[in-house]
Structure formats: C-alpha cells, structure tokens
C-alpha cells in the first residue's frame, strides 16, 4: 500500500468588503426565499426568528440581581432595627457570597466548602444571627489577620452555633461565677 496526501480543497473566504454585520450575504440562486424574509438591503438575516416563537427574556443585569438580594438578605435579618455600617458591611459580604457561580468553592475556616452549602447557611441567616455575629466580633479581642475570612467562617457556622453559645454563656452566668 502506498501512503499518499490527502489533498485539502481550498476553502472559500468570507466577503470582507462588505462592512454589514447585520447580515449574511449569500448566493440565492440554489435557495427560494420568501420576500418577507429579505430585508430592504436584498440580504437574508443571519439569524432570523421563526415567526410564533417567543423572543427569549432577556439576562438579569448583575447590579439588579444584587440589589435583589441585598432587598431579600435585608428583609430576612430585619435591616430595619440593625442600620449600622457594621451590618452594610455584613449584607456586602452575604451578597458578594450569593453572586458566586454555583459551581464554585469558597474557603471557611481554613477549609473549601462548595459554594452550594455556603448560600444555603447565609440563606437561613435571620436577625437573631447578625446578632450573635456582632456581639462576638465585638467581643473579641484576638487579632483578626483577615477580617473577611473571620466574618465568613462567623456567619456560616452562625446557625449551628448559636443555641449552644447561649447556653454556654448562660451556665458560665449562673454556675461558673464571673
């Protein structure tokens, strides 16, 4: 058997005079065409849309999609009696995390936690949460090299931890002096 080159046609290039983007001029001749589905300038569009089908809606703009969740983030803590810089900051924060891609991870506590679980807990955060946020960052008097990190790893584990906080609070109140 002998090998040989398989030869390559030359292809055809696109017409570049034409400055139109519009629209595709193509060769009629082998195509009928209707002539409403020729535009005044004699040409064919590119991508035309089949009569009777709806026009898909068009993509939420970023900045309206935040400043919904912002809204619905708001109406879940009760932003209405919190109004400090603090909780703006806390809303940011939560927002920022709720525009992530689904298919993301986000680091919380040193550890990559799919973006999924992530929203799934700041979802769930109420007033009550944003509460015991503040109070332990208040309170706390370590050095926090990353706030971003520390208030992150805060409001996820909130809604786990706040019941036994309390608690352990309550029994140091009443059991163990202070």
Known sequence: MKTELQEVPKSNCNKTDNNKTEYSETDYSETEYNETDISETGMIPSNPIPSGEKVPPKPMDVMEEMN?????????????????????????????????????????????????LVKNRFMKLDYSHIEYVLYSLHRN??????????????????????????????????????
């Open 68 to 116: 919904i969740y912002r809204e619905l983030v708001r109406e879940r803590i009760d932003y209405s009696y919190h109004k400090s810089e603090d909780v703006d900051e806390i809303v940011e924060l939560i927002v920022e995390v709720l525009m992530m891609p689904d298919d993301s991870t986000l680091r919380i506590a040193g550890v990559d936690k799919p973006i999924a």
């Open 141 to 178: 008097t370590t050095k926090v090299g990353n706030i971003k990190a520390y208030l992150l790893t805060t409001l996820y584990n909130a809604s786990l931890t706040i019941s036994n906080y309390y608690q352990a609070e309550v029994n140091h109140d009443l059991y163990g002096g202070g």
